[in-house]
């Protein structure tokens, strides 16, 4: 059902990017199971996919306990057969293709970021905080076949994760962790575990 739903379209050839852009655009998201999710979220509500082509992306709808409006989010998207083909990560095109609430960052290109490492490469994230305990993340990364599996045999994943909670920017922070990353979600057999995709990507001491 997955291989079926997700990558029906891979055999499809667009020469004119922007044919593929504009065939992309017109696909509708379909709901997906949750264990059909690339990655392992913590509480998900909710996963929708689509595909057109090399392309496919992925919204995995997280809790939101807050009263501020928007999306706790996980947006995913695969393409290219090769890190040549798959081009640089450029998050604010990416962003601009989604209609997802991403309040309070809508100055995408005016925020700061901070930045570190960890096992699956390079994290970074914008903070926001009301002063009394309400902390959003906007959290922005690329993995590459290199750090972990790509599903579909693409060669990269770039991924955005808008989370609010009451709490720290670390615990926010946690759906983009390279232990929620570097796993796929559970695929329902007996003790739930999810399968490692990755040598890199253990859990953290």
């Known amino acids: 059902m997955v291989a079926g739903l997700a990558f029906a379209g891979c055999e499809i050839s667009f020469r004119d990017p922007g044919a593929l852009q504009t065939a992309f655009d017109q696909e509708p998201f379909i709901q997906q199971r949750l264990d059909e999710a690339w990655i392992t979220v913590p509480g998900a509500r909710m996963v929708l996919g689509r595909a057109v082509g090399p392309v496919a992306e992925q919204r995995i709808l997280l809790p ?21 083909t798959a081009g640089r990560f450029l998050p604010v095109k990416f962003l601009k293709s989604q209609d997802a609430d991403l309040f309070p960052f809508t100055d995408i290109e005016g925020l700061t970021f901070f930045s570190k490492t960890d096992d699956l490469g390079t994290l970074n994230w914008a903070e926001w905080s009301n002063d009394a305990g309400l902390t959003c993340v906007l959290a922005l990364r ?17 991924m955005v994760v808008r989370n609010c909670i009451h709490g720290t920017a670390e615990d926010a922070l946690t759906p983009a962790r390279a232990t929620q990353v570097g796993f796929a979600a559970p695929q329902g057999r007996p003790g ?8 890199l990507a253990g859990p953290l001491p």
């Open 192 to 199: 739930g575990a999810p399968d490692m995709l990755s040598p």
């Open 64 to 84: 939101n306990k807050t009263s501020l409006r928007g999306d706790n989010i996980v947006l995913l998207k695969i393409h290219g057969t090769s890190l040549n």
């Open 142 to 158: 690329r993995l590459d076949s290199g750090s972990r599996v790509i599903p579909g045999k693409r060669s990269a994943m770039d």
